[in-house]
């Protein structure tokens, strides 16, 4: 169910950045998660609650960086040096929880995807 509002994606050439935004977010821990045509649901970061710890996905640590704004009910991901292994559609995700991990079945509010699309 379509709860969350994610924006920010576009077109963009290999190195470059993007920043996402997720509207209306949950009073609990978030996430962001991407998936390519043909592909499972992929997991890119978490934040807490408070947005005082944060972790990420292999294939995005230390090019991504996921933060909250919790006074603008808004949750952003930085995505810089992005490469065409990153172009997929990017989703976010909320839970009730203080602190939730990389599964989706975590998470219970869902964002209809933002696409991101690197080329070459």
């Known amino acids: 169910q379509a709860r969350l509002v994610e924006s920010g994606g576009g077109l963009v050439q290999a190195g470059g950045s993007l920043r996402l935004s997720c509207a209306d977010i949950?009073?609990?821990?978030m996430a962001w998660f991407r998936q390519t045509p043909g592909k499972e649901r992929e997991f890119v970061a978490t934040?807490?609650?408070?947005?005082?710890?944060?972790y990420y996905g292999d294939p995005v640590r230390g090019r991504f960086t996921i933060s909250r704004d919790n006074a603008k009910n808004t949750m952003y991901l930085q995505m810089n040096s992005l490469q065409p292994e990153d172009t997929a559609v990017y989703y976010c995700?909320?839970?009730?929880?203080?602190?939730?991990?990389?599964?989706?079945?975590?998470?219970?509010?869902w964002g209809q995807g933002t696409q991101v699309t690197v080329s070459s």
């Open positions: 934040i807490t609650r408070s947005g005082s710890s944060t």
């Open positions: 995700a909320g839970s009730h929880l203080v602190v939730a991990g990389v599964g989706p079945g975590e998470y219970d509010s």
């Open positions: 949950s009073p609990g821990a």
